[in-house]
T-cell receptor, first 113, second 113 residues
């Protein structure tokens, strides 16, 4: 069964304290792994897509990496405005629906000034 | 440009009533998805439309749920005889083609009393 597990469930950081969020996945042929940011009361906002192991992408203080079993979202010197829930999702390549995303439950990040 | 829009933003209904939720995708996006997000849970896939192909309904939780899409335009999700467990945020997303990143609307928060 295709599955996505994110850890930790919640993370509290001081401003400037770098850390990483983990996304472990089991999927029948990975088509893509997606990272989203979700603020309270809003829909998920697209951040990154990763397609193959070894791929990395960066945007401001965020960097996403991918291996064959997991992805990491590295946050360098976070600011309070980075506080949000970060969602990881995979798109399967074989069997079942090949269009929809399978989401983890998210990591709620709080950055204190 | 305009993003995905959804209406209403909030809907409160009584148990047993029918509700209709609307989604306007990004213009030109051929793929459209509905997801459900219950409190404390990850996003659950409901249904997926791609162009003129038959929709993938594999995520619909019961026959009380149905959805339609007019061409590559507006979609409506209908829930008949609502139950309290249907209370959730219903999110719509669209993508240019099925393998691309999905862009989400702000969601409709449904509360069934």
């Amino acid at each position: 069964e295709d599955q996505v597990t994110q850890s930790p469930e919640a993370l509290r950081l001081q401003e400037g304290e770098s850390s990483s969020l983990n996304c472990s996945y089991t999927v029948s042929g990975l088509r893509g792994l997606f990272w989203y940011r979700q603020d309270p009361g809003k829909g998920p906002e697209f951040l990154f897509t990763l397609y193959s192991a070894g791929e990395e992408k960066e945007k401001e203080r965020l960097k996403a990496t991918l291996t064959k079993k997991e992805s990491f979202l590295h946050i360098t010197a976070p600011k309070p405005e980075d506080s949000a829930t970060y969602l990881c999702a995979v798109q399967a390549g074989y069997g079942g629906s090949q269009g929809n995303l399978i989401f983890g439950k998210g990591t709620k990040l709080s950055v204190k000034p | 440009g305009a993003g995905v829009s959804q209406s209403p933003s909030n809907k409160v209904t009584e148990k047993g009533k029918d509700v209709e939720l609307r989604c306007d995708p990004i213009s030109g996006h051929t793929a459209l998805y509905w997801y459900r997000q219950r409190l404390g849970q990850g996003l659950e896939f409901l249904i997926y439309f791609q162009g003129n192909s038959a929709p993938d309904k594999s995520g619909l939780p019961s026959d009380r749920f149905s959805a339609e899409r007019t061409g590559e335009s507006v979609s409506t999700l209908t829930i008949q005889r609502t139950q309290q467990e249907d209370s959730a945020v219903y999110l719509c997303a669209s993508s240019l083609v099925p393998r691309n990143e999905q862009f989400f609307g702000p969601g409709t928060r449904l509360t069934v009393l």
